[in-house]
């Protein structure tokens, strides 16, 4: 499985991004995905996940109710887009693929990584 992530830019403090994220390989189908970020200086943490058919996500507390997770699977592409973006949302954001079709906020659930796409709030 290839993924690659991309949409990070620079933005202000309220604006809104979209992450996308392609995978190629294995069953796009069959397998759950997930975010992640890592600010300079920190460890890499559990944003969102999907299952493989879309039907339940999950979140961390300081993202939910700002950010959403969906995919399409016909069109192998996973989302994250991100209103109200707060400083504290600095980080590459990571997307990647899961061992199986069902969730988990672990890094060490998640097989397949892409390169990471670098998103800057400024205040």
């Known amino acids: 499985v290839q993924l690659q992530a991309s949409g990070g830019g620079l933005v202000q403090a309220g604006d809104s991004l979209r992450l996308s994220c392609a995978a190629s390989?294995?069953?796009?189908?069959?397998?759950?995905l997930g975010w992640f970020r890592q600010a300079t200086g920190n460890e890499r943490e559990f944003v969102a996940a999907?299952?493989?058919?879309?039907?339940?996500?999950t979140y961390r507390d300081s993202v939910k109710g700002r950010f959403t997770i969906s995919r399409e699977n016909a069109e192998n592409t996973v989302y994250l887009q991100m209103n109200s973006l707060k400083p504290e949302d600095t980080a590459i954001y990571y997307c990647?693929?899961?061992?199986?079709?069902?969730?988990?906020?672990?890094?060490?659930?998640?097989?397949?990584w892409g390169q990471g796409t670098q998103v800057t709030v400024s205040s």
């Open positions: 999907i299952t493989y058919d879309g039907d339940y996500t």
């Open positions: 990647a693929g899961g061992k199986g079709p069902y969730v988990s906020r672990s890094k060490n659930y998640y097989d397949y």
């Open positions: 390989g294995r069953s796009f189908s069959s397998y759950a």
